[in-house]
């Protein structure tokens, strides 16, 4: 399965972006999809996750109440809504993909090597 980030661009602090994730290829499962960013000179954190139902959603604390992540299992498309955007959101986004469907401790939710699968990466920039 090949993941395909899009979305990212210039916003103004304030402002919204929508993040798109598209999954394209043969997938036998049905996987946890979780958002993650790097900052230059930091390391990747986790944002966001969601199972395949959509029945647990895990968000980091820098972003709850800001972002919302969905997903549209009829189009393979994996969506982050971010709304109030800051400048210490800008980052390169990228998506990934889980080889199991869920996980019983939400802290593995938010550890990137739990994620197999991974998009290119998109670059949001959020100007002050």
């Known amino acids: 399965v090949q993941l395909q980030a899009s979305g990212g661009g210039l916003v103004q602090a304030g402002g919204s972006a929508r993040l798109s994730c598209a999954a394209s290829g043969r997938t036998v499962s049905r996987p946890i999809m979780g958002w993650f960013r790097q900052a230059p000179g930091k390391e990747r954190e986790f944002v966001a996750a969601?199972?395949?139902?959509?029945?647990?959603?895990v968000y980091s604390d820098s972003v709850k109440g800001r972002f919302t992540v969905s997903r549209d299992n009829a189009k393979t498309t994996l969506y982050l809504q971010m709304n109030s955007l800051k400048p210490e959101d800008t980052a390169v986004y990228y998506c990934?993909?889980?080889?199991?469907?869920?996980?019983?401790?939400?802290?593995?939710?938010?550890?990137?090597?739990?994620?197999?699968?991974w998009g290119q990466g998109t670059q949001v920039t959020v100007s002050s």
């Open positions: 990934a993909a889980s080889p199991v469907p869920y996980y019983s401790d939400t802290a593995d939710y938010t550890t990137p090597s739990n994620y197999n699968n």
């Open positions: 969601i199972t395949w139902s959509g029945s647990v959603t």
